[in-house]
């Protein structure tokens, strides 16, 4: 069984740095896993912010993010990060990891967060 744990948010001033990471336990098969982060505001619908598909060296940014975050992943470590740069008041959220087993494809990174069969609870970020 997998989970996903989500650490690494907080409290930063515009302009600032955070690096999030999500450790996976359990096993996926690298090859057909990709993983995800999204965020959150209340109010609004979950959103997708970058996804990885490793074995491809396949990656995809929201614009809203393209040049300030990086998504890598640490197979060794089981860890996925999300390095987030230049934050900005509207990249306030909460954000969540996700991985998906079996429905990732190097031409396509699922969309939505009920996509993936695999979510963690979370971390708060609050750019002021």
């Known amino acids: 069984h997998v989970q996903l744990v989500e650490s690494g948010g907080g409290s930063v001033q515009a302009g600032g740095s955070l690096r999030l990471s999500c450790a996976a336990s359990g096993y996926m098969d690298s090859a057909s896993t990709c993983m995800a982060w999204f965020r959150q505001v209340p109010g609004k619908e979950r959103e997708r912010v970058a996804a990885?598909?490793?074995?491809?060296?396949?990656?995809y940014y929201a614009d809203f993010v393209k040049g300030r975050f990086t998504i890598s992943q640490d197979n060794a470590k089981n860890t996925l990060y999300l390095q987030m740069n230049s934050l900005k008041s509207d990249d306030t959220g909460m954000y969540y990891c996700?991985?998906?087993?079996?429905?990732?494809?190097?031409?396509?990174?699922?969309?939505?967060?009920?996509?993936?069969?695999?979510r963690g609870p979370g971390t708060q970020v609050t750019v002021s």
């Open positions: 996700a991985a998906e087993e079996g429905n990732c494809r190097s031409s396509y990174l699922p969309v939505a967060s009920e996509e993936y069969s695999y």
């Open positions: 990885i598909y490793s074995y491809y060296v396949t990656t």
